[in-house]
């Protein structure tokens, strides 16, 4: 079974702060990652997602994850954070090939909070 | 607004109750799926449905949950004899179904059985 792990449960960052939060799966065979972030009374949004090729994607709002196979990683960067960055972060993983699952497995999320 | 709409937003309901939720999916999205998500966790899928044929459901859908989706544009969710357990946000997404393609998530119905 496909799973999702982020490993913090909630960063506190002052603005202009470098971002980076984890994110490992577990998935026996291919697939796409997606970050999702939900700001405070907002429904799911993606970021960013990785299907296949550059390993280092980029996605709105200038985040950036990089996907490092060796790893089981998708971790989740920015190198300078705002004060509307503050939102629960979910890293999330399907199956890529035809006969895989195709509903999304999610982390339990990162609450992020930018103190201005 | 061309996106994923729920409806109702928010409902109280008192144990024993049953509750019906709605979801209508972006127009031209075949796949739809129903997820929970309780407060501090992520979401958790519940079912999908790909046009009118429910193909996968999760554990964690007990026999007190139903879903439909009868001409393969709107969905229902239904629990019967809601228990406090039940208390979550239902989160209704959709996508055109090929591997890959984005899942667009709507704004969720939150429920509280009290």
């Known amino acids: 079974a496909q799973s999702v792990s982020q490993h913090n449960h909630h960063v506190i960052l002052s603005e202009a702060a470098s971002l980076e939060l984890g994110c490992n799966y577990s998935?026996?065979?291919?697939?796409?990652l997606f970050w999702y972030v939900q700001y405070p009374g907002q429904h799911l949004q993606l970021l960013l997602k990785?299907?296949?090729?550059?390993?280092l994607v980029k996605g709105i709002k200038g985040f950036e994850a990089e996907f490092i196979k060796s790893k089981f990683s998708f971790n989740l960067r920015k190198p300078s954070v705002q004060w509307s960055d503050t939102a629960e972060y979910f890293c999330?993983?399907?199956?890529?090939?035809?006969?895989?699952?195709?509903?999304?497995?999610f982390g339990s999320g990162t609450q992020l909070t930018v103190l201005p | 607004d061309t996106g994923v709409s729920q409806d109702p937003r928010h409902k109280i309901t008192k144990r024993g109750q049953n509750v019906t939720f709605r979801c209508d999916p972006i127009?031209?999205?075949?796949?739809l799926y129903w997820y929970r998500q309780t407060l501090g966790q992520g979401p958790e899928f519940l079912t999908y449905?790909?046009?009118?044929?429910?193909?996968?459901k999760s554990r964690l859908l007990s026999d007190r949950f139903s879903a439909e989706r009868p001409k393969g544009s709107f969905s229902t969710l239904e629990i019967q004899r809601t228990e406090q357990g039940d208390s979550a946000m239902y989160l209704c997404?959709?996508?055109?179904?090929?591997?890959?393609?984005?899942?667009?998530f709507g704004e969720g119905s939150w429920l509280t059985v009290v």
């Open positions: 127009s031209e999205h075949n796949r």
């Open positions: 999330a993983v399907t199956g890529a090939s035809s006969g895989s699952a195709r509903q999304l497995t």
């Open positions: 990785y299907f296949s090729g550059d390993p």
């Open positions: 449905f790909q046009n009118e044929a429910q193909l996968e």
């Open positions: 997404a959709s996508n055109e179904g090929a591997a890959g393609n984005t899942i667009y």
């Open positions: 998935y026996g065979g291919t697939v796409n």
